[in-house]
């Protein structure tokens, strides 16, 4: 590929820019000397760490018990719940994030510092998150906006930072226990998980263990949701040992297995149907394993003040069993991805005002995949290529440079830079294919207090998606259909222009950001085969380039307490709208469908208005109590591929408002112990509605209890 055709500052021109001077010019005109101090150490991995740049609106942090409060049974859903982040749900295992209008492999999941999304991470919303369980995590980060200078590929819209449970060295000593229970009854099952951690001067360990079972999800007025059950377990250990007072070496280990989840959506009919796409199709097995190894040095030298290393192992296997309706052949297909990673970030303080930190990342995925076809009426089994051509290899690098400038400017400032590489091959059946590409990418980023508890903030950034296994070599289905995969891909490359201020008093705050991005060369899917008209589900579809994207939105919060007493109210909302721009001829109508239309899945305007109540009595059994109206706005900006997606209803999913009561404390507040207990009424008037995009409606009113028990 030409080095032209990389949408790098300098080529970029400066249109871009435009819409951050009137916002740097403010900070400029405002700004007056002030004394900053370097940020402080948030998380676990240095590129991580809180930059005085971003705005409140860029990044929320949500604490592991908070997760846990909610009661909710995914890791998907009680980010939703807590971060206020949207949610769709193709089916009871799936729950893929939406930030800023894009998902899937648009959207980067990270836990502690190592990539989840690997070269077969689907295209649009994927069960990546639910992988994930819930009582392994300490923390999570939702970094709205591009971040592809810090992670690389796939930190278009956002990242979804994850961070696990650890039991510190010389935190304490001595030996704990933990179980964990909690019950949905709207979803008819639960989870209940055990945790035991053991902590000297030296060394530290934490374990848990978990079971979820969940059965038919009812949704609102007390219908049924067939097809929506499964069950699994968990288990993850980190063990840490401190070399020094500086340094530290701590392994971790996880595996998440789920069983015969069912793809709801194709086994129901959905919106447009008369009969459901499939008999069976079950993930009869998605399993995600990852091993890692870090070593931290915060010896501070001439060359680093802190040093990370990460060395990573992860596999995931997916094993679908598959039939159409009315076909009687019995398909198994198993996708298995084996990725080995490595991770260095380093960061140094140079003089009083320059915090620069640069590090490195490589990766290199192989997937092997299979495909059995069984004729259910003779028995006879025929072995086919699978999802993925034979011999799939991917390889990926990256090298990045920023630099926080903290002061002796009139604004805070960071600048970075980093360049990534990416090369594929596989043996599928026409011939060998194989291809690299690379790509330089930049952020600029500037905030400014213009007054006391004011701060103005602006950004211009630079994202982009190598194209994946998943696009470059991976035949699959789509709409009852077939797609192809499509060798000769380009990477898709975004640019986002955001303007955020931050307002912060001693009862009140709150945040407003307005964000637009631009996404070139995204890939989608193109008709080249319609097939017999009468038929539905023959056509053949190829993954291509699908021209231009653009995204503009606005987001805020706000917070007040309520005269210093133990009230507070809050509301949050967010609004996105995209268009596609897409000159493509469709060959059965000889028009270009896509030029002009509005981009696919958006969320609609939604928000929320909360209540909550804070007990000054810290002897209470009764800590506190939230009243929580969660809304969306009817959502009928549809592209046309939305329009015949049976998830979705073509003339647009109905809003709706859910109104939802927690309460919960301490069990035992004089003993110290640390047990607490939840309980939850959701959805109190039983609305029937459906997330728009989702595979089924939402659960109607449910009784959500949680016991957490610790000693």
């Known amino acids: 590929m030409d080095d032209a055709d990389w949408p790098l500052c300098a080529q970029a021109g400066l249109i871009p820019l435009i819409p951050m001077i009137p916002a740097l010019a403010l900070l400029f005109l405002a700004a007056s000397p002030q004394d900053v101090t370097l940020p402080e150490t948030l998380v676990e991995a240095p590129r991580s760490e809180f930059s005085q740049t971003h705005s409140a609106s860029q990044r929320t942090v949500i604490e592991g ?29 799936g729950g893929a994030p939406f930030i800023r209008g894009l998902t899937g492999n648009q959207v980067l999941l990270i836990v502690d510092g190592l990539r989840i999304n690997d070269s077969t991470t ?39 930072l994850i961070w696990t449970r650890r039991a510190t060295p010389g935190s304490g000593e001595g030996v704990a226990g933990e179980v964990g229970l909690s019950h949905d009854s709207a979803a008819s099952g639960g989870r209940l998980s055990a945790a035991g951690s053991f902590v000297d001067e030296s060394w530290g ?31 993850f250990q980190s063990l840490e040992h401190n070399l020094s007072r500086e340094r530290n070496l701590r392994f971790t280990a996880r595996m998440t297995r789920q069983n015969d989840v069912p793809r709801t959506d194709k086994m129901v009919a959905g919106f447009g149907q008369s009969s459901p796409n499939n008999e069976l199709y079950n993930f009869a097995r998605q399993q995600r394993e990852g091993y890692g190894l870090t070593y931290s040095d915060d010896n501070s030298s001439p060359l680093a003040d802190r040093v990370q290393v990460r060395l990573a192992a992860h596999r995931y296997r997916e094993d679908r069993e598959k039939q159409k309706t009315g076909d009687n052949t019995f398909t198994f297909e198993q996708d298995d991805v084996e990725t080995l990673s490595l991770g260095v970030d380093v960061k140094k303080l140079l003089g009083a005002n320059h915090l ?13 995949s299979l495909r059995v076809d069984t004729d259910t009426t003779t028995g006879i089994e025929t072995d086919k290529d699978g999802s993925f051509a034979p011999g799939s290899e991917y390889t990926s690098g990256g090298v990045f440079l920023q630099d926080d400038v903290l002061g002796g400017l009139p604004f805070d400032l960071t600048a970075g830079v980093r360049y990534s590489w990416y090369d594929f091959s596989a043996q599928p059946t026409g011939g060998a294919v194989s291809g690299s590409f690379d790509a330089l990418t930049a952020s600029l980023r500037a905030g400014r207090d213009i007054s006391a508890g ?12 190598a194209p994946n296994l998943d696009d470059l070599v991976h035949d699959g289905d789509f709409g009852g259909g077939d797609e192809l995969a499509n060798p000769d891909l380009d990477p898709e490359q975004s640019l986002t222009a955001e303007i955020g201020l931050d307002v912060r008093g001693e009862e009140s705050s709150w945040s407003l950001a307005i964000h637009d991005t631009d996404i070139q060369d995204v890939i989608g899917r193109v008709l ?40 507070a109210v809050s509301a949050s909302a967010a609004h996105v709208l995209g268009r596609q721009h897409d000159d493509t001829v469709d060959i059965s109508s000889g028009s270009a469908p896509y030029d002009g239309v509005d981009w696919r899945r958006v969320p609609p305007l939604y928000g929320s208005l909360g209540l909550s109540w804070s007990n000054p009595d810290t002897a209470s059994r009764l800590a506190n109590a939230d009243l929580e109206l969660v809304w969306a706005d009817r959502q009928d900006r549809l592209h046309p591929q939305d329009e015949s997606d049976p998830r ?4 647009g999913t109905p809003g709706w408002a859910r109104l939802d009561l927690d309460i919960g404390g301490p069990l035992a507040a004089a003993d110290g112990s640390g047990a607490s207990w939840s309980v939850g009424v959701h959805n109190i008037l039983d609305k029937n509605y459906r997330i728009h995009g989702s595979g089924f409606d939402a659960p109607g009113r449910s009784l959500v209890v949680s016991l957490n028990l610790m000693r």
Not at 456 to 465: N, T, V
Not at 648 to 651: A, E, L, Q, R, S
């Open 648 to 651: 979705i209803d073509p003339t």
């Open 356 to 368: 620069v930190t640069w590090g490195l990342d490589l990766s290199r995925d192989s997937v092997d």
């Open 65 to 93: 018990d908070a997760l846990r409060a909610t009661g909710e049974r995914s890791l998907p859903k009680a980010i939703s719940r807590a971060g206020g982040v949207w949610t769709q749900e193709t089916n009871l295992g």
């Open 122 to 160: 689907r295209f649009g919303p994927n069960p990546s998150l639910n992988t994930i369980d819930p009582a392994t995590v300490e923390r999570v980060e939702i970094l709205r906006g591009p971040a592809s200078v810090l992670y690389g590929s796939d930190a278009i819209g956002g990242v979804v």
């Open 454 to 465: 004011v701060r103005l903030s602006a950004s211009l950034a630079q994202g982009f998606r």
């Open 205 to 235: 360990w934490f374990g848990v263990g978990s079971l979820e079972d969940w059965g038919t999800l009812t949704a609102g007025d007390s219908e049924d949701q067939e097809f929506t059950g499964y069950d699994g377990h968990s288990l």
């Open 528 to 567: 080249t085969d319609e097939g017999d008209p009468a038929v539905a589900g023959d056509e053949t579809y190829l993954r291509n380039n699908t021209g231009d994207v653009r995204l503009w939105g606005l987001e805020g919060a706000w917070r007040r307490q309520l005269s210093d007493g133990p009230w």
